[in-house]
């Protein structure tokens, strides 16, 4: 593998969220340009090692993201109020791919999914705060 292909891999795989070509760029310390950057990330993806998917986010405009291609593999959450992705932790999802699977009369090679919201640190910031202890009333009224 050429050192380009080398470095754009090692940047994808030490990120535990998917990144964008240009956040792959920034990351990596080998001079190179962005169009090495995409043929590297194209080669790569054709090669089996990485994983992309289009998203489009209500801040950002619609980018291609990659992540390392793993086995088992995680999910990702989009959070729409910082945008951010958050690593969800490994796939749950076997006995729902069966069940299709059986019902479907398919073989399932592969899914890609992500889920958006609000991570709990938004849901946090958004949620009132504890309403001050009501002044108690003098007494007789
Ligand atoms: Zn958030
Ligand atoms: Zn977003
Ligand atoms: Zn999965």
Redesign the pocket.
Known sequence: MTKARQAVLNAVKDSSIPLSAGEIHKKIILPMDLVTVYRALKYLEEHGHLVSFSFACTLKRTERYYYHRKDPHVHFFH?E??H?FIDMGLCQLDPIVSTIEKEQRVQILSHTLYFTG??A??LEAKSPKPAEPATPRPAGF
């Open positions: 959070c109020g910082c951010r609000l991570c640190e938004c």
